[in-house]
Structures are given as C-alpha cells and as structure tokens.
C-alpha cells in the first residue's frame, strides 16, 4: 500500500509511503483520492496529507511519462482535493516537486518544516507543470515570481516560499506527522474551512510581451520554458476551469516533443551512469587526504574542489615559490566560493590555512589516500612524478593522473603498484565542472575503480567510466567533429557559419568560439605532436597555425577566429583571406553548404566516433557518451546527447550520411561497426542502454 490511512480522533491522516521520493505514481493518487472520499464518508473534520521517509512527493512518477496514462489523473486528484468539503492540509518535508507542489497547492492549508525545498523543476524534464501549477501558483505569488519559478525550474527554500505566500506556516524542526496535526487542531479550533486556491481572483496582468520575450532568450531554443509562460500567461485571460485546459493542451503538446524524451533520457542517464555491475559489492577505501601534484590551472581548481568537499589536501609544486603561487590560485577559487555565499568567512579561512598544505616536499605526500598528477602534460615528466610518488605514497593509496590524452597504462606499468593506478580525468575549472572521467587501466583493480567513483559523488561531480585511448571519451569525440568542422572550411563553409549553425542548434558556443576560449596555441602545440606520426591521407588544415605564428591564440591574447573587445566578439577579418590562400594552395574550389548540411557532417561524425567509443568498449554504454557530452563539452541537454539525438533522428539517415560523405573522404569517414550492426538489426543506442542496465 502506498497511503496508509488512519483516523486520529477527528482528523483523517493520509500517509504517502513510496520510497525513495514518494513520487505520485497510480497507486499514491489512488490512494490520496480513496482517503479523501474515505474521510469524508468517516465524518472527520479535516484530512492531514504528509509523507514518510525523506520527503514530500517530489513530483509525478517520471517513469510513466511516455506510457498510456492510468487514471485517476493528478491534475483530478488535485481538483477532487481542493473540493474536498472539508479542510486538507499538507504537512512537508524534503523536496516539494512538480506535482508534489501542485498536491500541496491544492490543499487548503499548508505548513512545512525548515530545510525544505519547493519548486516546479518541469521545464528542466521539457514539460510543464500540468496538474494546475500554472494557474494556482500565479494565484498565490503574483505572475512576475510564477513566471520566474515555473521557467526556470528553480527552487525556493521553505523560508523563501512563507514569504511568498506559496506555504501557510514555517516549523523549524519536528516530524511533518506531528507538526501537521498539531497545525490541524489549531485550525479546527479556529473553525477554519475549505480554501480554493482556484477561487482567487487572478493577480493584476504584467508587462507579458517583454518577460516573454527575455524567457525566449534564456530559453534558446528549449521549447519547455516558452510553453510553460504560455500556460501562466493564460491565467490572466481565461477562468480557473479554461485555464487548466490551456495548461493541458501545453503540457500535451510538450510530452509528445523530441526534447522531452531528450531531457528525461538525461535525467535518468545521470543517475544511471554510476551504476557499475563491475563495482556490485566492491568497497571504496577510506578517503579523507587528498594530494595533488602540480598546482597551475588543474591542480589548483582539483585541491579547491577537493577543500570545498570537506577534505585536506597537500599541494606538491616544484619549488617553493610555485607552490606560493598554487596557494594563491587555490585563494582566489576559494574567495569565488566565498562571494558566492558557498562558504563563510571562518569556513574559508579554515580551508586555505588548516586544510590545505603547499609545498615542494614530496614526503609530504605520505599521509595522502589518494594522489593526484596534474603536471605537463608530457610522458616522461608523468612517469618522472610517478616514480617519486611510489616513493613516498603509503600503502594502499590511489595513485591518479590528470591526464587529457597520454597512454594511462604506460603510465601504469613505469609503477610497481598498477593496480593502484587510475585516470581522473577533470574538466576545467575543476572546481566548476561536473564532469569527471573515471579512467580504468588494464590492470586497476576494482577497489581503486570504485574508490574514484565514490571521490567523484564526495566532489559532487558526475563520474563517468572510461576505458583508456587517446582522449578518453570525451576528448576522443570532440577531436573527430572537430576535424569534420575543420574539413568543412576547407570544402567551403567558414568558421562562422559552423560557428552559428551549432549555436543554433543549442551548444552555447560553436567549435571555433570554444577553440578561442580554451586557446589556440593548444591545438597547435598538439598538431605539432601528431605530426611525425601522421597518416599522410589525413586533412589537416595549416591556416590556423598562421593565425598563431601571429600570436592569436584566441581569447587570451584578444584574436583568434574572432576579435574579443570585453565580451563582445567579431569576426576577425584575416581569417578569411588565410583560408582563401589555403583552399587555393590545395586547388579546392568552395562549396556552398546549407546550414543543415552542415549540422548532419558535425552530428554524423561525432555519433559514428561516439559509435566506436561505446562499441571497442572505451564507453559502457551509449548513455556514458551522452552524459560526457552534456556535462563536460555542451552539448545541449534538450537533445539527450549524441546518441540519444542519434535514436530519435533515425540511425539509418546518419549511416546514410556517412557512407556518402565517405565517397570524398574515405579516410576520415569509416562507418563504426557498432552503427552499422544496429542499423543491419533495426535496434536502437538506447536498446543498448536497456541491455547493459543495472
Ligand atoms: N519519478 C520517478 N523516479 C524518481 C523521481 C520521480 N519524480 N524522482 C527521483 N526518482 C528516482 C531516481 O531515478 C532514483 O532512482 P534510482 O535509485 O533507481 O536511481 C531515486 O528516485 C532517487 O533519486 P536521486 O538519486 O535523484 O535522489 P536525490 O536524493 O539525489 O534527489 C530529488 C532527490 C531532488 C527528489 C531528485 O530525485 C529529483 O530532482 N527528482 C525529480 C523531481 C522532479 O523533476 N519532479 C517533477 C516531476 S514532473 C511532474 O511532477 C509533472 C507534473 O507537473 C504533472
Ligand atoms: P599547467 O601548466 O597550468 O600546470 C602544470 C603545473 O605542474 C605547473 O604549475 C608546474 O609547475 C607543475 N609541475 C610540473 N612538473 C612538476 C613536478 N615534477 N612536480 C610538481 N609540479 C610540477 O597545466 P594544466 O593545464 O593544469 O594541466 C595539467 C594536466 O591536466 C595536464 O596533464 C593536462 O593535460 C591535464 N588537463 C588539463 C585541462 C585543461 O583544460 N587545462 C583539462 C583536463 C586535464
């Protein structure tokens, strides 16, 4: 059973009970429907709903969504409770979500305990709320702070939500049982009734055209946020009754979108891709000291993540000037957190003086559980380090490197202790990022896998399992659509038309944009590195190497592909005269590209590479690639991630794609087996996923 029903003298006290979130699946709105019919037929005088366990509903069963929908309904459950002739009240707890919040404005008293949050997270799973939050809650709050919460999907703490007026009573602590009975006998004593929400008049009308169009803005592209304001924007003109009905045919309209099946593939992917069948039953070692090696950009951002999650770290730099250096990077992290309000003035101060350690001495190293390399990315300085970490590292320690592309196993085996060794592979800012590759060598054992896996979640990052090659995951795909965007200027298109295309298509920053921002001098200096062991048949554009023979390294030095005056960036008119010159030295003539034709060359290439990550094994499954996709190179979640995008385009198409673009480049165009098996067996990425579940 999953609402327990019990009659406390005269109140009827409703107890949802379907762990872990109480989410509002068939048998809670039955059961929630069933009680409120019950009591009444009882004679109680009121009906008190709270959950057990952790939480309040945290919204409706995001399982369902897809399914034939089972009767009763939560937008009728919510109406039959606010008709209830008798007063209900909601006491909560824990996370007041999405339809969990609908529930709670359909009752007609509410309290809730501090420490709770409450919001209408809807837009974020591309739906909107659809059980009358649209229409109840600008009832409530006015349309400027409905808009804001129901667009964004943004919590509100139960403080906030008193102020507001979404919540009656604020308790500071206490079980939601006994607060909401206590409540209850005070309004009864009160001879308090029923209170529609849906009786309100609705609040004075906003300026609607322009809060319209800045949720355009915010929106881009994401068709949830717009849908959502519609729904609110329609409590202005229409009745109570007319207005829920608009909020349906919205709510309708977005559950059949791509996007919708995109965000919630992303929700679920999220919380799957931890899930190992390789770590059932293995234990994490202990890990309370962290040490980092080298403190420039990575190593410094890995020791504030490390620091912000309650953990000590020792800093190793070269001398002891550098390791001042580190520590003020670490400082000037730490001050960002602080301003944010993340941590307090004493907290701050703690952190940088007590728990944290910088210096160029090794031995300082031996009471570390797990020890991170963030050095050059070079070979023989990463098994330099290594060689000294084995030194000092105490037994037992995980023994990290940081590295982007470099062989793990060969770092591995230059060790006596392979199997304490392991890739944590950080995006930058380290402390920003949540993206964390969790890179397996040949020889790491189980332990050591899970160990990183349970640093990743204390670090609050999302941990993905990567298998080693060059670039991991992530890196690996982003290198191939990024020679698909290269090849595609040489054939024709500029870099800002792909530039625009992608950023019409979500991304918040085209390649060349993001080539600016992570500095072009990268990609020269790995050009250089690849060069001695290219295949000649490769096509590797030379233009930008002038550009950075140039000094434009991008952002950094003001040019790149684009000139940067503050924040504002234009095209930098000598990129175009160096391609010219480049197309002319290889005799191609340009073609005119399609903006469309332009998305299918990027997408085809990284869904075959992605192909060919999940297929050789790197990735476990096809949500892996989504997921380091959406968390570490922004790739927009509406889409669900390559694969996920790949499914809902139609594999056949894509392979198509490839196998023609393959006419004039066979080289780079190889069709992954892993695409062209699903495509010969009719199957989908996402039948993967379900094979490999766990
Ligand atoms: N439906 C179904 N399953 C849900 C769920 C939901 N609404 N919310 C969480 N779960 C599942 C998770 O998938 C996970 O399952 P697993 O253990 O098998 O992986 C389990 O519950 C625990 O969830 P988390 O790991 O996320 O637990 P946390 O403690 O980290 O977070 C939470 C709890 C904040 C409630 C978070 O789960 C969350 O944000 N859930 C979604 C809330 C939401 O979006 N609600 C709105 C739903 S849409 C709606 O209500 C439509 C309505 O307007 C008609
Ligand atoms: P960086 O050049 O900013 O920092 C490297 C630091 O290591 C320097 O401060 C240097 O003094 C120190 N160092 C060098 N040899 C050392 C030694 N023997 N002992 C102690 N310290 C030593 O480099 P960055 O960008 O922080 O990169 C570090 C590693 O992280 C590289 O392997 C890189 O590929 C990887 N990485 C970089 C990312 C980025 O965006 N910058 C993203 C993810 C990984």
Request: charged letters at 20%.
């Amino acid at each position: 059973m999953t609402v327990h029903y019990e009659l406390c003298v005269e109140i009827a006290v409703l107890a949802a009970d379907n762990p872990p979130v109480n989410a509002l699946g068939v048998g809670v709105r039955q059961g929630l429907q069933d009680g409120i019919a019950r009591a009444v037929a009882d004679g109680a005088k009121a009906v008190l709903i709270y959950g057990r366990g952790r939480t309040w509903f945290a919204g409706a069963d995001i399982r369902e969504f897809g399914k034939t929908p089972v009767p009763p309904m939560l937008p009728d459950l919510c109406n039959a409770i606010e008709a209830a002739p008798i007063p209900v009240i909601a006491a909560m707890h824990g996370t007041i979500l999405g339809g969990g919040l609908e529930v709670a404005m359909a009752c007609h008293y509410s309290i809730c305990v501090a420490g709770a949050r409450l919001g209408l997270p809807e837009v974020g799973l591309g739906i909107l709320p659809g059980a009358g939050g649209t229409q109840r809650l600008p009832r409530l709050v006015g349309f400027e702070q409905a808009i804001e919460m129901i667009t964004t999907g943004r919590p509100v703490s139960a403080s906030r939500a008193l102020e507001m007026g979404i919540i009656d009573k604020l308790a500071e602590d206490g079980a939601a049982r006994d607060l909401g009975l206590a409540y209850a006998l005070d309004l009864l004593a009160q001879g308090a009734t029923p209170r529609p929400v849906s009786q309100t008049p609705a609040p004075e009308a906003v300026d609607f055209a322009s809060l319209k169009q800045q949720v355009a803005a915010k929106a881009r592209g994401q068709l949830s946020p717009v849908a959502a304001f519609e729904a609110v924007e329609a409590a202005s003109r229409l009745s109570f009754t007319d207005g829920l009905a608009e909020e349906r045919r919205l709510f309708k309209t977005l559950m059949e979108t791509d996007q919708r099946k995109g965000l919630i593939h992303a929700f679920f992917a999220e919380r799957q891709v931890s899930k190992l069948p390789e770590l059932a039953g293995v234990r994490p070692r202990e890990v309370s000291q962290i040490g980092v090696i080298g403190g420039g950009t990575m190593g410094a951002g890995i020791a504030t993540a490390a620091l912000l999650a309650g953990l000590g770290v020792t800093l190793i730099e070269t001398t002891s000037e550098a390791a001042d250096a580190a520590h003020q990077r670490i400082a000037k992290n730490l001050s960002g957190a602080l301003k944010r309000g993340k941590i307090t003035q004493s907290e701050h101060n703690e952190l940088l003086h007590i728990k944290l350690k910088t210096t160029a001495d090794y031995a300082q190293l031996s009471t570390a559980d797990v020890i991170i390399e963030a050095v050059f990315e070079d070979m023989t300085v990463k098994k330099q380090v290594f060689a000294q970490i084995e030194t000092v590292a105490k037994p037992g320690a995980v023994l990290a490197s940081n590295t982007s592309y470099l062989d793990l196993n060969e770092i591995a085996a230059s060790t006596t202790r392979p199997g304490d060794v392991i890739g944590l592979h950080f995006f930058s800012p380290a402390h920003v990022m949540r993206l964390l590759e969790v890179v397996i060598g040949d020889q790491t054992v189980p332990e050591v896998t899970a160990t990183g896996f349970a640093l990743g979640k204390r670090l609050g990052k999302v941990a993905v399992r990567s298998g080693v090659c060059d670039g991991f995951i992530g890196n690996r795909i982003l290198s191939a659509y990024r020679t698909a965007a290269d090849h595609t200027i040489l054939d024709g298109a500029s870099p800002y038309q792909i530039d625009r295309v992608l950023e019409d298509f979500g991304f918040a920053m085209g390649p060349f944009a993001v080539a600016d921002l992570a500095g072009l001098d990268i990609g020269w200096a790995n050009r250089k590195r690849l060069a001695a062991t290219r295949d000649p048949r490769e096509r590797v554009p030379q233009y930008v190497d002038r550009l950075c023979e140039d000094g434009c390294f991008g952002q950094k030095t003001g040019r790149g592909y684009y000139v940067y005056d503050g924040k504002t960036r234009s095209e930098n008119p000598d990129v175009m005269p160096l391609i010219d010159a480049e197309r002319a030295r290889l005799g191609l003539s340009a073609q005119s590209f399609s903006d469309a034709q332009i998305l299918r060359r990027y997408m085809a290439a990284m869904v075959n590479e992605a192909a060919k990550v999940v297929g050789e094994g790197i990735a476990l499954r096809p949500l892996d690639v989504d997921i380091v996709l959406l968390m570490g190179y922004g790739f927009p979640r509406y889409h669900g991630g390559p694969l996920k995008w790949a499914d809902l385009q139609g594999l056949p198409a894509i392979l198509a794609d490839i196998d023609g673009f393959a006419k004039d480049d066979p080289y780079f165009w190889q069709a992954a087996p892993l695409l062209r098996d699903l495509v010969a067996q009719n199957r989908t990425f996402d039948d993967l996923n379900k094979e490999t579940g766990t």
